[in-house]
DNA sequence: AATTTAATTGAAAAATATTTTCATTTAGGA
DNA sequence: TCCTAAATGAAAATATTTTTCAATTAAATT
């Protein structure tokens, strides 16, 4: 089974979850690509593993994923009903918009912006939310 | 009438839409406070104005003003339902989670990020979405 | 291995959000 | 004033998400 998909596991396990047949399909669906999924495509791919799976589950568990940070909520121009895995706590994404692709980028220093901002308007800053959408390296050459 | 008002109606008008009462209704809401507002509730507050406005009408002219540029969808952590008037072209806001104000903040040089960004991931970067959160002046005062 | 029990489950219903359809109305140019 | 394409609202359809609740099950305890 993936690395991934047994940190996840031990995650929840840690967290007081159990793990049930249907959160581990669920899990090994997020494992399979770097992709934002929506509830409806987890739900569907899940099911080959395990077809008893409903889809109020999929809903739940990609609710517990969030709390634990180990998914985060994506937002597109479409709509904002997809989730991708999160590496670290403090995670932005870059997203392909021809392939879906998500990739992690590290090191996000707004610092200087942030100031600026929080200096002009006298606004405390507390979060941030970055971003980003182009072409993936295998979508740019068509 | 406020300006900003007639600044839309003609924006609308230069694109070829008609303004209608309905639309007149929409704007002056949209007006009304520099916040986030739900097609609901504009919909509620802009019948004050024009009763006979419908609900399909307001989703429709939320629309209109987003494709020309005039409003921009907020994300929010509760969801991303809402929509906030916009002064230029490209924009970013800073909303008060407290009170829900939104304001707009000038001059977003993320160029450095998005060079070192687009280097280590290959990926070509057409837009970037930044959002910030944090307390407005009138909240920190409690 | 059997027992126990609180956590978890899926189906169905409900709630919420948004879009489509279509007959009627209307803004604004001629 | 007349004309017409654009715009409208009500209703229905679609899409998304949450709630409810009786049945099942993971996993700790015996
Ligand atoms: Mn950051
Ligand atoms: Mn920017
Ligand atoms: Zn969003
Ligand atoms: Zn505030």
Redesign the pocket.
Known sequence: MEAIVMAWSEQ??SA????????RA?LQVLAERNAHW???EVYQRARQR?P?????????????LCELGLVQRVHLEQ????FAPVSQGHSHHLICRKCGEVTEFEGCDLSPLLERVSRSTGFVIEEHWLELFGTCPACQEE
Chains 1, 2 share one sequence.
Not at 52 to 63: E, H, I, K, P, S
Not at 79 to 82: F, I, L, P, T
């Open positions: 929840l396990r007081g979850y159990k793990i049930t047949r249907q959160r669920v929506r509830p409806l395990c008893a799976l409903g889809l109020t589950t999929v809903y739940r568990t990609l609710d517990i709509g904002c009903h997809s």
